[in-house]
């Protein structure tokens, strides 16, 4: 298959139009390796796997078994047999690999970014885009130093609703957005953890850890569980919370970091073995504006209908936002304009591949900066709720006011997975 990187050169050689030679030569595709194609890498490599110019021509895990699964299932759809890779390092000197999809647990999705940045790999990485603010941070400067075309997996930004619903608030209509509010309402289970355990062959569990913090193989944390421990998850907050409150800022047109933050919440309801919170209430605050969220993860009972979204208000009326749709009120509570669409999925890895033939950085609807800036916003919810103090934020060296707070700011990696230095 020919590599996308010299198929470029020739096309600019010629000073002919990408997309245009993409028609005209089925070819000449999108090389993608997917990262971490178990359960939501699955669904967005589907996505890409779909796009005439893509090609999934590698995966890998640190599970054979998935491995195999994920190749059988990509040859039956595409009639591709990818290569199956256990460790991620022999992707990186690959020449014929023009981009990654990360999709691992959250404590990989800085790391692989940044590798992948640095090899001259694109990347499209699963929100949040970090475990923590500091790997965030590299992997902003890494993608800008090689000028990489990075995409954050907020699939919304691309939702055809979600754009009508921004061009109306600038549009002015509601005059000046002064506050936001975004929450998760849901019943979530308790997690129980099985006993540590010898790691079973045909997992790679050092790989597994990478840069946490080493401890012995528990079967519930690297099923799935790890979602809700400090050194490999960042709690609903990073999880769900991040589409919510990325709604916020891109419709209010906060475009930079919250000047303070402040929060409170707990371990309120699950009596458990997961350590973060399953309640939360976190306030960001901006010069002109406020940015709340809220989390109950044990309530049903539901805001304005729906069990997540995002209303923001404005001088003159509200509009209320869910995952596939935008209603606009006036100040009398009167409904003035709608729309709805789908999530995004498709568009945003349409988006995403655009970038990768036309090198516009800018043209990308979650490039990595602003995917930065809302997970670091989820970071410093979590580091609020676990100080319990109200910190301020200097977004220049994206550390806070408090020595208590820095410390969770990074961490330090295990030897062999280090953060390399810009």
Same mark, same amino acid.
């Given at each position: 298959?020919?590599?996308?990187?010299?198929?470029?050169?020739?096309?600019?050689?010629?000073?002919?139009c990408?997309? $245009?030679? *993409?028609?005209?030569?089925?070819?000449s595709?999108?090389?993608?390796?997917?990262?971490?194609?178990?359960?939501?890498?699955?669904?967005?490599?589907?996505?890409?796997?779909?796009?005439r110019?893509?090609? *999934?021509?590698?995966?890998?895990? @640190?599970r054979?078994?998935?491995?195999?699964?994920? &190749?059988r299932?990509?040859?039956? @759809?595409?009639?591709?047999?990818?290569?199956?890779?256990?460790?991620?390092?022999?992707?990186?000197?690959?020449?014929?690999i023009?981009?990654?999809?990360?999709?691992?647990?959250?404590?990989?999705?800085?790391?692989? %970014?940044?590798? &992948?940045?640095?090899?001259?790999?694109? @990347?499209?990485?699963?929100?949040?885009?970090?475990?923590?603010?500091?790997?965030?941070?590299?992997?902003?400067?890494?993608?800008?130093?090689?000028?990489?075309?990075?995409?954050?997996? %907020?699939?919304?930004?691309?939702?055809?609703?979600?754009?009508?619903? /921004?061009?109306?608030?600038?549009? &002015?209509?509601?005059?000046?957005?002064?506050?936001?509010?975004?929450?998760?309402?849901?019943?979530? /289970?308790?997690?129980?953890?099985?006993?540590?355990?010898?790691?079973?062959?045909?997992?790679?569990?050092?790989?597994?850890?990478?840069?946490?913090?080493h401890?012995?193989?528990?079967?519930?944390?690297?099923?799935?569980?790890?979602?809700?421990?400090?050194?490999?998850?960042?709690?609903?907050?990073?999880?769900?919370?991040?589409?919510?409150?990325?709604?916020? /800022?891109?419709?209010?047109?906060?475009?930079?970091?919250?000047?303070? *933050?402040?929060?409170?919440?707990?371990?309120?309801?699950? =009596?458990?073995?997961?350590?973060?919170?399953?309640?939360?209430?976190?306030?960001?605050?901006?010069?002109?504006?406020?940015?709340?969220?809220?989390?109950?993860?044990?309530?049903?009972?539901?805001?304005?209908?729906?069990?997540?979204?995002?209303?923001?208000?404005?001088?003159?009326?509200?509009?209320?936002?869910?995952?596939?749709?935008?209603t606009?009120? =006036?100040?009398?509570?009167?409904?003035?304009?709608?729309?709805?669409?789908?999530?995004?999925?498709?568009?945003? @890895?349409?988006?995403?591949?655009?970038?990768?033939?036309?090198?516009?950085?800018?043209?990308?609807?979650?490039?990595?900066?602003?995917?930065? *800036?809302?997970?670091?916003?989820?970071?410093?919810?979590?580091?609020?709720?676990?100080?319990?103090?109200?910190?301020?934020?200097?977004?220049?060296?994206?550390?806070?006011?408090?020595?208590? $707070?820095?410390?969770?700011?990074?961490?330090?990696?295990?030897?062999?997975?280090?953060?390399?230095?810009?």
């Amino acid at each position: 298959m020919k590599s996308r990187r010299s198929f470029l050169k020739s096309v600019t050689a010629a000073g002919v139009c990408a997309p $245009a030679i *993409i028609s005209a030569n089925p070819n000449s595709k999108i090389s993608v390796a997917c990262i971490g194609p178990r359960r939501r890498g699955n669904s967005v490599m589907r996505s890409f796997a779909a796009q005439r110019d893509c090609a *999934i021509t590698h995966l890998c895990d @640190v599970r054979d078994e998935v491995l195999e699964v994920r &190749g059988r299932e990509m040859k039956e @759809v595409t009639g591709l047999d990818p290569k199956r890779v256990k460790d991620y390092r022999e992707l990186l000197d690959d020449p014929s690999i023009d981009a990654f999809i990360v999709a691992t647990p959250d404590h990989w999705h800085a790391m692989l %970014t940044i590798e &992948g940045c640095r090899a001259g790999k694109d @990347v499209y990485v699963e929100k949040p885009a970090s475990h923590n603010i500091l790997e965030g941070k590299v992997a902003v400067e890494m993608a800008h130093k090689h000028d990489r075309m990075v995409q954050m997996g %907020t699939q919304v930004r691309s939702a055809p609703f979600l754009k009508e619903a /921004r061009e109306y608030v600038k549009s &002015g209509a509601m005059g000046r957005v002064i506050s936001g509010k975004s929450w998760e309402t849901a019943t979530t /289970r308790s997690v129980h953890l099985k006993p540590d355990a010898k790691a079973p062959a045909g997992i790679d569990y050092d790989l597994w850890l990478g840069p946490a913090p080493h401890r012995k193989y528990n079967p519930s944390i690297v099923d799935l569980q790890w979602r809700w421990m400090f050194d490999y998850g960042t709690g609903d907050l990073g999880n769900d919370g991040v589409h919510r409150v990325d709604y916020c /800022r891109y419709l209010m047109g906060l475009e930079d970091f919250p000047q303070a *933050i402040n929060a409170s919440g707990g371990k309120l309801y699950h =009596d458990d073995d997961q350590e973060w919170p399953d309640t939360l209430f976190v306030n960001y605050e901006y010069p002109k504006a406020i940015v709340q969220y809220e989390m109950r993860l044990w309530s049903r009972p539901q805001l304005f209908g729906t069990e997540t979204g995002a209303a923001i208000y404005g001088e003159n009326g509200w509009m209320l936002v869910t995952n596939r749709s935008w209603t606009a009120y =006036d100040s009398k509570g009167k409904v003035v304009r709608n729309g709805q669409s789908s999530v995004g999925q498709t568009e945003h @890895v349409r988006n995403f591949l655009d970038a990768v033939i036309n090198r516009k950085r800018d043209s990308l609807n979650q490039e990595i900066l602003s995917g930065h *800036i809302s997970s670091a916003m989820c970071h410093m919810g979590n580091i609020a709720w676990r100080t319990g103090k109200r910190l301020k934020f200097d977004a220049k060296t994206q550390t806070f006011d408090d020595a208590e $707070a820095n410390k969770l700011v990074g961490r330090e990696h295990r030897k062999g997975f280090e953060l390399p230095n810009i």
